[in-house]
């Protein structure tokens, strides 16, 4: 730790510190919480000279106002919004050069749904189970388990020497209103009648309001399920099933019109059908969806998902390389 430190003096909506999430506690009901658009996280960290999985804020729909003590580099990914450095506009998705008593603000988010900000060094709080992620709802992790709140002071690690980096426009995210997910089907998508699954995949979905850390609920057509006798052990809603384990990114429809995706904070089990899952790479495109996105479910193979997977990480590891 080194005496450098950011006072938060707003606090926005909801920021929260997050790195790449918690592995190996989901069986037990800990969630792997984390950025929920994870690229613009890593890349945020790679343009102040982080390593990847370094700590940064979350800040969804409005950002936090926070004064700088000491000098360092700052950088703002993700949703597109105005950067303000002592009232001055400056560029996001690129390293930029703070002093002792520069304040930082933001002003509303234009498109997308979450900024990240990254400070040279790392946001240093202590690791809970590996990671300095916040899951506020469990009150673990990040700074003292919760979102920030005006007048705290938020250590910073030690940093290298600044080193100014961009991101280039091709290789930022595409911030769209109307996106596209890659699910992969199962593991109860047999719960859908032929048409239900057919409504599921060729309607579009609008996000509604309910989008958190938890889960993103969307409104759109009735979809038919399966009928059956209720089994013992399940509820009688007809997307009810016994109790299951759930993926991160798992669909579910609890009332049959209104898909939820489950992320990175989510319950780690319950009794809903999951019908699909959205494949790992594209939950960065939920993470960055505002209320109101249409959004359109396509399928894809497991193997498809995995390359997917792959691709983003050769073009992250690319993207690392140059700019380091």
Known sequence: MTDAAVEVVEPGLATTIQDRGRSGAYNVGIPPSGALDQSSAVLANLLVGNPAGAAVLEAPYMGPKLAFRGRGAVAVTGGRAKVLINGEERDQWESLEVADGDVLSFGFIE??????????????????LGSRSTYTLG????????ALAKGDVVPIGAATRFVARRIDDADRPVLAREVELRIV??????????????????????????A?????????????????TQP????????????????????QVPSGSEPIILHRDAVSGGGYAMVGTVISTDMDIVGQSA????????????????????????????????LA
Request: charged fraction near 20%; avoid cysteine.
């Open 232 to 251: 013992f052990g399940a509820g009688s809603d007809p997307s009810n099933i016994v109790d299951a384990g759930y993926p991160i990114g798992s669909i």
């Open 139 to 146: 009150a673990l992790g990040g700074f003292g388990g919760r």
């Open 111 to 128: 498109a997308g749904a979450r900024l990240y900000v990254a400070v040279a060094g790392g946001f240093d709080v202590p690791e809970v």
């Open 212 to 228: 958190d850390r938890t889960g993103f609920r969307y409104a759109g057509a009735q979809l038919d399920f399966v009928p059956r």
């Open 291 to 322: 209320p109101a996105t249409v959004t359109t479910l396509t399928t894809v193979t497991l193997d498809e998902a995995v390359q997917a997977r792959r691709d983003r990480g050769a073009r992250l590891a690319a993207l690392a390389e140059g």
């Open 185 to 210: 089907l199962g593991l109860y998508d047999y719960r859908l009648s032929e048409s239900g699954l057919s409504t599921l995949l060729g309607t579009p979905w609008q996000l509604t309001p309910v």
